[in-house]
């Protein structure tokens, strides 16, 4: 069962899954992540590099390196890129639509109340509303 777990968050991590979060007891862990796409990606390009580098000794011909770079682009730089767009609109979403998105203690990059150290979701806040603090007018939207 472990293993599968590990081979389903390998092929998240691949494939830039959209499954926007996880719920355990009651609490919010979002899948996709500023640091899940940075991971995809290097995974990507490692995979292709690796199987390039194999591709090309192979066929012992170097001059086709550039194929290499195209398949950088297409399946890793290009996906990863429109996955952080995704990411962006969501975070974006949570900060309008939460109490959290306005409160001095969340972080947009992680999607995570710095205070309680737990994930924030349209529909869970840790604090329920107790801690919040308003952020002030010069603080960064993200
Ligand atoms: S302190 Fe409360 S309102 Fe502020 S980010 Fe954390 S959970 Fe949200």
């Given at each position: 069962m ?37 991971w995809?990606?290097?995974l ?5 590099l ?18 290499s770079?195209l ?15 995704f ?9 309008e ?9 969340f ?13 924030v ?5 840790p604090?329920e ?9 010069n603080?960064?939207?993200?």
């Amino acid at each position: 069962m472990l293993e599968m777990d590990i081979i389903n968050r390998l092929l998240d991590l691949l494939m830039f899954r959209l499954g926007v979060e996880e719920n355990y007891d009651g609490k919010v862990t979002p899948i996709v992540t500023t640091g899940s796409i940075v991971w995809g990606i290097l995974l990507r390009s490692a995979i292709i590099l690796f199987f390039s580098f194999i591709v090309m000794e192979l066929i012992e011909n170097r001059k086709y390196w550039w194929i290499s770079l195209l398949f950088l682009w297409l399946f890793a730089a290009y996906p990863g890129w429109k996955q952080y767009q995704f990411f962006k609109k969501k975070i974006q979403d949570v900060e309008e639509s939460t109490l959290c998105g306005k409160c001095v203690h969340f972080d947009s990059t992680s999607q995570l109340c710095k205070l309680y150290d737990e994930h924030v979701a349209e529909g869970y806040i840790p604090c329920e509303g107790v801690d919040w603090e308003p952020k002030s007018e010069n603080e960064d939207v993200y």
